[in-house]
């Protein structure tokens, strides 16, 4: 469904992708664990056209989209759920729903999708009129979850969905991911938390300065002694 | 008392132009983050334009209004994507403001080269009439001024709050890359905000033309007060700006009759320096956090 191949990034003259290889099947999990710096969210925000590949190709569903402004990746049904929530604070949690819903395909079904969602968030459901800015960080998350799959993605991306939240609110966090996997949704994700991570990913990356070092299945990985040590402390 | 009501009257009906001319004006500064110096010009070519309508074409300047609205919002349109958008990708932000200075000198230059530095009268059937209210009396065109205001003000209002693209509008201003990610474009969001910012000023041309001479210079009158009328509502905010620029209205008025008429600039910008020292952010403006 989605192709990396040979992908070199960077921001102005500084490359952090060293050309990597990244492939997700349709109906997928598929994480990338990396340490600080490494490199994650260019590649999340690479795929997403936020940051232009310097050069290897990037194909979703066969196609090239490597080259494509983010707004044209969306309408194509990549979303990405971006680190540190990127809500609109000034308007309202049901707007900042509606705007998830922008691409023409999300808008004609909007209304039927706003019920889907709000099943999945009782607590969301509750605070559509306040302004999304005055939400606590826990619920800041779940509006940004909610409003990316406003856009019925094919392709879901998460990049930290838990950092900087309280353990309890980490586990609804996850709670509300495993439901989205559930769905069938096909899902790229990144997390600090690897080890539940892993757990949850038919297959994993493990990505160390801009360079894919290993690749193998959610479990395989939680075995391997390399993972084991450099990032899950044991 | 009734020349007080009057004045406040004639205040509050010079305010609804001012009020067309400074919600373009702080739209464009609000979503795309830019001080617009061609603002004036814009009214000025609007103005010209509705000059030539009236004296080739022998329509009412009010006919002409709806054509102008959508000549200016495409002129806007173009501004902003051959030459506000090609700046954008510069080192320098700042470098969007002195191309819209240039583009204000150069519009100067063209009328001065098109009709000289002479004042034209847009004539206009109808548009001085006196309407009776009581003891007071009002012009067919400052009602027609003030009805607009509230009219322009209203739609907008509605627009940015109900439609997608208004939606869309306010989220680009609130976090740009967010707005990417819902699949905005933003680059096309920025052209139809400077394209309704300028269709405003189409109106307003159209509006003001009947009224008041137009020259090379006409807009940096309207659009300094603009100004002022922008940043005491605060940067930004539209209904911060319909009520300065009654506010505004009300001190041109007020000021003109009860201090001097060559002194009700001296006026309201004593007040504009006063606003920058006490209240920086403006009546509504939301301050830093906004962005
Ligand atoms: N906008 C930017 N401009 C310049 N350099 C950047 C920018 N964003 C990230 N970097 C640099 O790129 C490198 C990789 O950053 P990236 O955000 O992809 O890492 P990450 O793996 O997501 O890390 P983290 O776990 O901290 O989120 C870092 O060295 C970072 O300093
Ligand atoms: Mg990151």
Redesign the interface.
Known sequence: MLTLNDVQAGYGRTTILHGINVEVQKGEVVTIVGANGAGKTTTLRSIAGLVRPTSGSITFEGEPIGKLSPHEVVARGITLIPEGRQLFPFMSVRDNLRMGAYTPQARARMSATMDEVMDLFPRVREKLEQHAGSLSGGEQQMVAIARGLMARPKLLMFDEPSLGLAPIIVAQVFDVVEKIVATGVTVLIVEQNVFRTLNIADRGYVLENGEIVMTDSGQALLRDDHVRRAYLGI | MDTFLQLVLNGLMLGGLFAIISVGLTLIFGIIRLVNFAHGELLMAGMYLTWLGTTKLGLHPYVLAPPLVLVLFVIGVAIQRFILQPLLEARDAHVQIFATVGLSTALINLALLLFGADLYATPAAHVRDPIMLGPFRIIVGQLVMFGAGIAVVTGLHVFMERS?LG??I??TA??R??????????NRIYMVTFGIGAGCVGLAAALVAPVYPTSPTVGTYFVLTAFVVVVLGGMGSLHGAFIGALLIGLVDSLSGFYIAPDLKEVVIFGLFILILLLRPTGLFG?GRG?E
């Open positions: 997608f939606r869309a306010r989220a609130q976090h890359a967010a707005a990417q990610l819902m699949g905005v474009d933003v939301l906004s």
